[in-house]
């Protein structure tokens, strides 16, 4: 496990807070060919490419969350990454958020290790009182941002990748888009390696 206890923001009596997630990252190659594919449905659909380097798929967003917490977090994030075993995530359907400009590419098939280890973050997170979305799970990864012409939901070639950890991740909106920050990662329950 790696941390950067490197705050982000001040808030007045909370001490220094950084909006912070949780998620799972693609592999080089996955994120490769997701990125292309960004490039592309960007320019679909009038919009601006994620970076490369940005690319992720959200289990649980937390918001402001001041950073004497972050001990609480890793305690959860660890137990989470407990909850399921490694697996391969295949990304094969495009779609968009248009209310919010947002593309992006999700799965038909949301494998149960996936399920398990939101689920087990969603559970965590209320029994020690951190802030968790009321919204059904849409697992996903935003492709482009402030798009202006509508992309319809299709079929994709698809794009899988080997998901054997899970991240705490800061957030930092900077003019340029936002920046993340992996504050610490877990690997699943048994991590070695997948096929």
Request: charged letters at 15%; one cysteine or more.
């Amino acid at each position: 496990m790696s941390v950067d206890r490197e705050p982000a923001r001040r808030a007045p009596g909370r001490g220094p807070t950084a909006r912070l997630f949780f998620a799972v990252v693609p592999d080089a190659a996955a994120r490769d060919a997701l990125a292309a594919l960004a490039r592309d449905v960007a320019q679909d659909a009038g919009g601006r490419a994620s970076r490369a380097e940005t690319l992720h798929l959200t289990l649980a967003f937390l918001g402001n969350v001041p950073l004497a917490q972050l001990d609480a977090l890793q305690a959860i994030g660890a137990h989470a990454a407990a909850a399921a075993a490694p697996f391969v995530l295949t990304l094969d359907t495009l779609g968009a958020f248009r209310a919010a400009g947002v593309a992006w590419a999700g799965t038909n098939a949301v494998p149960a290790a996936l399920e398990q280890v939101f689920a087990a973050l969603r559970a965590l997170l209320h029994a020690g009182g951190l802030p968790t979305e009321r919204r059904a799970f849409h697992p996903h990864v935003t492709l482009a941002r402030r798009c202006v012409r509508p992309l319809p939901q299709r079929g994709m070639a698809p794009v899988a990748w080997p998901v054997d950890a899970i991240v705490l991740m800061a957030s930092d909106t900077l003019p340029e888009g936002p920046r993340y920050r992996r504050l610490a990662s877990w690997p699943l329950a048994g991590a070695t390696s997948l096929p």
